[in-house]
C-alpha cells in the first residue's frame, strides 16, 4: 500500500499514475497476470490480423494500413487508456465512415485517398484531445440510443451489402448510397465468378464452424476449455489460409480470374509529417467530428460495459486523451481513424485481459505480422475478406431493439426508424446528423407539451392521483393540476391555454392548486406566463395557490415579486395540506 502523506499533496508515483493508468496495474503485477494478459494479447492479435485487413478494405485502403493501425495506435492506448480490456484499433462503422468522406476528396487507390485517410485520423485526433480540454465529452449524450440502433443497423447492413461485391467476384463503381449499390449489384450479378464464390462460401462454413462447433469438438478431442476456446476464436484466420492455400495451390487467380490481395509492404510503417492543406482540412471536418463522436461512444460505452463486469469505472476525460493521442499516432504512422472495437474488446475480456500489458501483445503480434508474415498473404481472396467484415458487422444489426423501442415508444421508433432509412438512402454522415436533428426536435415537442394531470384523493389517504387512472375524490370549487415538466419558454403557452381551457369548463371553481412536485426549474418565460395566469384567474374569480413547491424553485420565486403578488394565494407544503384547507377534501 502507498504511503498516504499528511498534507494530502499527491505522490509523484501517484502523479505520473494519473498520466499512465498502467502504472498502477503494473505496481500489482503478477505471473499469473501475465499469462492471462498473453493469452487474450496472442488472441485478440489473432483476431485483428484478419479484421485490420478487412476493415482496411472496406474503407478502400490498402491492407496494410489496416495491420498499422493495430501497432502504434495500440501502443499508445494502453500506456494512456483507462479500460483494461477495450480493444483499440480499426473498427467497422468508422471504416465505412472514413470510405464516405475520402472518396468524396480522393480517387480509391491513389496516393492521395491514402494521404487523406492519414489526415482524417489526425483531425480525429485533434478533435477528441480538444473535447477533453473543453470538457465536451457529453456531446454524445445528444445522439440517443435509438440513433445509435438506427444508425449502426443501417452501417451494418450497407457494410455487409458492401462485401457481397467481392463474396461473387464482381466489378462495379464505389457507391454512396444503399439504393444505387443495390441497382449496381443486381446489374452486375449475372457476370459473377463462380469460384471466387466457392471460396467465399467455404469460408462462411468454415467460421461458422468456428464460432459455434470447434470449442466443443477439441474439448471432447481433450482440450482444455481454455485452449479449446481460445483456438474456436481464431475462425477468420483457418478461413485465410484456407483460401491462401487454395490459390496458391490451384493457381486460381490465374486460371479461374480470382481476385487477390497481392503484394503487402513487409516492415513497420514509415512515420512521416502530412502536408497541410486548410482546404482539405475544412472540408473533411464534419466527417472527422461525426467519426470523432461515434468512436469515442462506442469505445465509451464498451469500456464501461466490461469495467462494470469487474465492479470497475474508466474515465471517459483519459478515454478521451488516450483515444485523440492513438489517433494522431494512426495518423504519423501509416494508419487511419481507430476506436474500441465492441467484438474485440469482449474477446479481449472474456479470454482474461487484466489490465492494458494485453494490448502491448497483441501490437506487438501485429508488429511481427508486418515484419515477417505479410508476403503469406499475396494469394489471399478478397472474398474471403468480405466474409470476415460481414460475418463482424452482423451482430450490429439489432432486429429485437427495433421491435422493442417500436413497443415501449413510438416517437422513439419514428427517430430510429428514420436515422436508419435516411442513412441508407443518403449516407451515413446525413443519416446520423438527421437522426440527432430529429431526437432532439422530438425532445422539444414532448417537454414543450407536458403531460398534465388533474389529480383527487385517494380514498381518506394524503397520496393524490390522476382523475383518469384512479377511482379518487375531487371537489368542484377546487382544482388541483399537476405539472410533469420544469416550466420554461417553450411550453409556457401551452401550460396557460391548458389551465385556462380547465377553468372555462368549471364554472363553480374558486380554487386552482398548481402542484409542482415535478418541476425543477422555471425560466424567466414562465415566471411571466405564471404572472398573467395568476392575474387571469383572479379575473375569474379563481385563486392560484402552489403547492410541493421544491427547494431550488422556492428560491428563484423569493428572488421576485411573484410570491408577494399572490394576493390571497399560498404556497403549501403538500397538496394533502392545500386541499384539506381550502377545500376541506
Known sequence: MSDVKPTGS????????????????LGQYRRETLINDSIAGIIVAIMLVPQGMAYAFLAGL????GLYAGIIPLFIYALFGSSRSLAVGPVAIASLM????????????????????????????????????????????????????????????????????SVFGLSFPRSHSFPESLVLFTEALPSFNITTLAISALSLIIMLLSKYRLSFWLQAAGLSKTVASALAKAGPMFAILTGVLLVQIFDLDKTQGVKVVGDIPAGFPILSLLEVDLVLWQALLP??????????LESVSVGTALASKHRERISPDKELV?????????AFSGAYPVAGGFGRSMVNDASGAQTTVASLITATGLALTVLFFTPWFYYLPTGVLGIVVIMAVLPLIDLSGIKNTWRFNRADAL???????????????????????????????????????????VGNSEHFRNIKRFDVKTNPCCLGVRIDENLYFANTRHIEDTIMAMV????????????????????????????????????????LHLAD????????LKQTDFLDHMGDGQVYLSTHEAMRQLCDL
Not at 466527417?287 to 469515442?296: D, S, T, V
Open 415 to 457: 427517430t430510429l426508424l428514420t436515422t436508419f432509412l435516411v442513412v441508407l438512402i443518403a449516407g451515413v454522415e446525413i443519416g446520423l446528423l438527421s437522426g440527432m436533428a430529429l431526437s432532439i426536435l422530438l425532445l422539444l415537442h414532448r417537454t414543450s407539451h407536458p403531460h398534465m394531470a388533474v389529480v383527487g384523493r
Open 504 to 543: 372555462a369548463e368549471q364554472p363553480q371553481l374558486q380554487h386552482l392548486v398548481l402542484i409542482c412536485s415535478a418541476i425543477s426549474f422555471i425560466d424567466a418565460s414562465a415566471l411571466e406566463t405564471l404572472e398573467m395566469l395568476r392575474d387571469n384567474l383572479r379575473e375569474s374569480g379563481v385563486t
Open 549 to 556: 413547491v421544491k427547494g431550488p424553485v422556492m428560491d428563484q
Open 62 to 65: 490498402p491492407p496494410q494500413m
Open 322 to 330: 488516450a483515444l485523440g493521442l492513438a489517433n494522431i499516432g494512426a
Open 287 to 296: 466527417a472527422a467530428l461525426l467519426i470523432a463522436l461515434i468512436g469515442f
Open 98 to 165: 472514413v470510405g464516405e468522406a475520402v472518396a468524396q476528396h480522393a480517387q480509391v487507390g491513389t496516393q492521395d485517398y491514402i494521404a487523406t485517410a492519414m489526415v482524417l485520423a489526425l483531425l480525429v485526433g485533434i478533435i477528441l484531445l480538444l473535447m477533453f480540454v473543453l470538457r465536451l465529452g457529453s456531446l454524445v449524450n445528444f445522439m440517443s440510443h435509438s440513433v445509435i440502433t438506427g444508425f449502426t443497423s443501417a452501417a451494418a447492413l450497407m457494410i455487409a451489402f458492401s462485401q457481397l461485391k
Open 10 to 25: 499527491p505522490s509523484k508515483n501517484s502523479r505520473w499514475q494519473q498520466i499512465f493508468p498502467i502504472i498502477g496495474w
